[in-house]
T-cell receptor, first 111, second 117 residues
Framework: DAKTTQPNSMESNEEEPVHLPCNHS???????IHWYRQLPSQGPEYVIH???SNVNNRMASLAIAEDRKSSTLILHRATLRDAAVYYC????????????FGTGTRLQVTL | GAVVSQHPSRVICKSGTSVKIECRSL??????MFWYRQFPKQSLMLMAT?????????EQGVEKDKFLINHASLTLSTLTVTSAHPEDSSFYIC?????????????FGPGTRLTVL
């Protein structure tokens, strides 16, 4: 499985935008870039995913580099409820596709 | 979004007993469900892939005779931890994918915290 590299932790002020980076230099052509987040003592939650083009949804935006070797999850206005561990995962989107979780980035949001 | 539930949310048991954890997809059908384990301050580790009507596929290093998985219907998968020991204490999380449609994402349950005394 292609691996991803994320910073261990990041801090942000509330109401500010947050850019969470992810490096995946060994990504294959069929790998989608998925982002999930896990709040304390809860199961992970889907955030967004994409293949080549940038993606937007109500939760976040995903900016994918042209060579696909890196991507950035963008939270436009961080709130205290966005404090979580964010995981960047490469996987195809088939029904039986497995997700391999790395260590993720722990995002702290302060007032 | 689709909802996945787990029962119980937490369980405390004595060493040597067996514990069953249920994972249900409440408003969708799931041919495939996944079971993860998460130790404190660590990431999720995939234990097995549960397939409706067939045997589960276990990840390397996971004992299939200790962690019994049954996926008898399109909305229910169960994980039984047999002869549990303190080292099995962990946060167990299941997930499911839509059988058809959707965006390919996995929907996760809230987790079950197992404590073996």
């Amino acid at each position: 499985d292609a691996k991803t590299t994320q910073p261990n932790s990041m801090e942000s002020n509330e109401e500010e935008p947050v850019h969470l980076p992810c490096n995946h230099s060994t990504i294959s052509g069929t790998d989608y870039i998925h982002w999930y987040r896990q709040l304390p003592s809860q199961g992970p939650e889907y955030v967004i995913h994409g293949l080549t083009s940038n993606v937007n949804n109500r939760m976040a935006s995903l900016a994918i580099a042209e060579d696909r070797k890196s991507s950035t999850l963008i939270l436009h206005r961080a709130t205290l409820r966005d404090a979580a561990v964010y995981y960047c995962i490469l996987a195809y989107t088939g029904t039986a596709s497995k997700l391999t979780f790395g260590t993720g980035t722990r995002l702290q949001v302060t007032l | 979004g689709a909802v996945v539930s787990q029962h119980p949310s937490r369980v405390i048991c004595k060493s040597g007993t067996s514990v069953k954890i249920e994972c249900r997809s409440l408003d969708f059908q799931a041919t495939t469900m996944f079971w993860y384990r998460q130790f404190p301050k660590q990431s999720l580790m995939l234990m097995a892939t549960s397939n409706e009507g067939s045997k589960a596929t276990y990840e390397q290093g996971v004992e299939k005779d200790k962690f019994l998985i049954n996926h008898a219907s399109l909305t229910l998968s169960t994980l039984t931890v047999t002869s549990a020991h303190p080292e099995d204490s962990s946060f167990y999380i299941c997930s499911a994918r839509l059988t058809s449609g959707g965006r390919g994402e996995q929907f996760f349950g809230p987790g079950t915290r197992l404590t073996v005394l």
